[in-house]
């Protein structure tokens, strides 16, 4: 039990402009600044690199993988871990002692959570984007060939990820989809049970026991082992982010991720209890992450200020709770439930949850969250799990204009021109106009040249 328990109330902020100038603001994080453990890592690699920065080790550890293959990654590995894989590749002697060594009941949670999830991805695909042709115009739409998920986490492991990333992409057709996963010796030197179980639950092509950076290059670039896949997706920490930055170009990726985000508007309306309850759900995850409440109701500010501390001195996780609490989340008392939306707004969360009365016009007037949760019935928990629709979520705003994880994330178009001689008769004068204009007399003559009248 945590002892977090101390019984000062967490302070409220009053106002659209105090919020901006406060827990807005503490969004932004100093990319450059290593923590202790982040420049212990890089020393440990490489001891005489200097200056020591997170770039410097990335751009490193790609090289070097690109360069040594497996080698590398073993080597690396080893420094990092503990324990250098091999072979890479989990065979199947892993899964069935993983099989074994889970309790039945969890098996049969992810079972469950697993086909909701295949459900609605599912149906997700139904309404997708979909091949068509129209007057020898159209598209192609394909799942991409080979994809390459990044599951994080030796010492929390999180299966849910794992059934969240891989079952869009077993939905949308991908034929080869792979796992990479940190390993260490505390762990036997093998991936968390509980992932492979998962990862088996989920349909997932192969697992490969390696992380970190090193897991990245070897997914862009590929090893002896490691096959190179199209797309990278997942999340990781700061030296796997700058990773799938520096490759991007060379393979896809899904997205740059950063600390868990979760707004929770409400009116007077809402439970305090509930509302402390949901946030405490999110913060739990990380000192870093940002739990921040948006009410025009001054009692329900004041309420939920002093839950969240009782409560969290309940939780295992109740003072990492409180410190995220404190370096990027808060309270804010807005005017009023527009005023609320409108922060809201202006934040684009990865989560936003509305406790209000009007459920639904305030969920008509939020634009800008990666997920949108509804009601009090309908908490973000939930969907963490076992709702059906993928808890990875765009973060740090890109929510203004990026979208969760979803089956046409895992789909590529192909635009197809199938044009007899009446198009080009047609439109083609106008073709020939356009490309005289600029400049590029090949392309007109390569109309020309078809034209039955030239």
């Known amino acids: ?10 302070p409220v902020v009053v106002g659209a402009e105090a919020a901006r100038a406060t827990i807005f603001r503490k969004r932004v994080v100093d990319e450059g600044a290593l923590s202790d453990a982040e420049r212990g890592l890089i020393a440990t690699l490489y001891p005489s690199m200097d200056p020591a920065t997170a770039d410097a080790a990335v751009r490193r550890i790609i090289d070097e993988v690109r360069r040594d293959g497996d080698a590398a990654l073993r080597r690396i590995s080893a420094a990092l871990d503990g ?23 969890l098996i049969g949670a992810l079972q469950a959570a697993a086909g909701r999830v295949r459900d609605y991805h599912a149906r997700q695909l139904a309404h997708a984007a979909q091949s068509f042709e129209h007057e020898g115009l159209g598209q192609i739409v394909r799942p991409i060939a080979r994809v390459g998920l990044y599951v994080p986490g030796t010492a929390v492991v999180y299966p849910s990820s794992v059934l969240h990333t891989a079952i869009p992409a077993v939905v949308a057709g991908v034929e080869d989809v792979c796992i990479v996963s940190p390993v260490s010796s505390a762990a036997g030197g093998t991936v968390a ?14 697992v490969y026991k390696v992380g970190g950076a090193q897991a990245i290059a070897a997914l862009a670039y590929g090893t002896e082992s490691v096959p190179a896949v199209d797309k990278i997706f997942g999340p990781g920490n700061r030296f796997v982010t700058l990773a799938k930055r520096m490759v991007y170009g060379d393979v896809g990726i899904d997205a740059l991720y950063g600390p868990t985000e979760t707004v929770v508007v409400t009116d007077d309306s809402a439970d305090p209890e509930l509302c402390a309850a949901d946030l405490l759900a999110q913060a739990e995850h990380d000192t870093i992450a940002a739990p921040i409440l948006i ?6 500010a004041r309420a939920v200020a002093a839950i969240v501390p009782r409560q969290a001195a309940a939780l295992p996780r109740g003072a990492i709770a409180l410190q995220a609490f404190e370096n990027r989340g808060g309270i804010i008392l807005a005017e009023d439930l527009s005023a609320a939306i409108d922060l809201a707004n202006e934040y684009a969360p990865e989560h936003l949850a509305l406790g209000v009365a009007a459920a639904q016009a305030a969920a008509d007037r939020a634009r800008t969250a990666g997920g949108l949760f509804v009601g009090e019935a309908s908490p973000e928990a939930l969907a963490d799990y076992i709702a059906g629709p993928s808890h990875v979520m765009p973060t740090g705003g890109s929510a203004r204009y990026a979208s969760p994880l979803h089956v046409d994330a895992f789909r590529k178009v192909t635009s197809v021109l199938r044009a007899g001689d009446d198009l080009l008769q047609r439109v083609g004068d106008d073709a020939i106009t356009i490309a005289r204009a600029e400049g590029l007399q090949a392309h007109a003559r390569s109309l020309e040249v078809r034209r039955s009248d030239r």
């Open 1 to 10: 039990m945590s002892d977090a328990g101390a019984a000062t109330p967490l």
């Open 83 to 105: 324990f250098a894989p091999d072979p890479m590749r989990v065979n199947e002697a892993e899964f069935a002692a993983a099989r074994a060594a889970v309790d039945p009941e």
């Open 193 to 206: 049970a509980i992932k492979l179980v998962a990862a088996e639950i989920a349909g997932v092509t192969s």
């Open 295 to 300: 009410t025009s109701s001054e009692r329900v």
